[in-house]
């Protein structure tokens, strides 16, 4: 029986795809690299900061060392949260403050599991803190999905085994971390039918089976 449900944050509850897209095309634009598309930012969806610089720099014929990658990942981030400035709650997307209502009056307990270390910052600006009751971050984790930790970290703040947790994800690595956190899957997003999810909605406002997913 499912008691608490966690939402991964961008593309789920907020839209902020554009936003890490220009940081990333920005960066990359300094660094030389031309190559860098809308179709590479698709496969940074959901993974960590680390993770999106390496499909940044597979285009580039330089080799970077650690230290310099972490460099250039706090100078994306300064491009991100230069961006992130401008956000408030028009960044929500459709029908999230309604559906998030919904669960907390049947009772769920809410969190979010997110990869960004941004996510508090964003939950504050965008007004959506107080339906949530926990967050897990990328300032909690070490391990990039697909692993499970930012669910388990989430499940574990929430005090319920994992398998009373639904998971709601826009990304393949999150649903795939979902399973393997032995948790239960609710797909969303522009790749809804591809994610390989339990359950599947275009968009949390568009999921009309909740007893059925919830159960
Ligand atoms: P930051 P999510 C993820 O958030 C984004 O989808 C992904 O594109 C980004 O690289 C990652 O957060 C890290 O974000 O650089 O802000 O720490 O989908 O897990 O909520
Ligand atoms: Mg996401």
């Known amino acids: ?10 593309g789920v509850l907020v839209s902020t795809d554009e936003m890490h897209y220009q940081a990333w095309k920005r960066l990359a634009g300094e660094l030389g690299i031309t190559a860098f598309t809308r179709a590479d930012n698709e496969r940074q969806r959901g993974v960590s900061r680390m993770a999106s610089l390496e499909v940044v720099l597979e285009k580039s014929d ?7 990658k972490i460099a250039l990942a706090e100078k994306k981030n300064g491009y991100y949260l230069e961006l992130l400035e401008h956000m408030d709650d028009s960044a929500v997307l459709e029908g999230v403050k309604n559906v998030l209502q919904f669960l907390k009056d049947k009772g769920y307990l809410l969190a979010v599991g997110s990869a960004s270390k941004n996510a508090p910052a964003i939950l504050e600006k965008t007004g959506l803190m ?5 967050v897990s971050c990328g300032l909690d984790t070490t391990k990039s999905k697909p692993d499970p930790e ?10 319920l085994p994992p398998e ?6 826009d990304s393949k690595a ?3 971390a979902a399973k393997a956190g032995l948790m239960r899957s609710l797909g969303v997003g522009p790749f809804y039918q591809t994610l390989g999810a339990d359950f599947c909605a275009e968009a949390l406002c568009k999921v009309q089976n909740w007893e059925e997913v919830l159960l």
């Open 164 to 169: 009373e947790c639904l998971v709601v994800e």
């Open 150 to 159: 930012v669910f388990l970290v989430a499940a574990k703040k929430l005090g």
């Open 174 to 176: 999150g649903i795939e």
């Open 1 to 10: 029986m499912i008691k608490g449900i966690i939402f991964d944050l961008d």
């Open 62 to 68: 330089k080799v970077y060392n650690e230290e310099e």
């Open 130 to 134: 107080p339906y949530l009751d926990k």
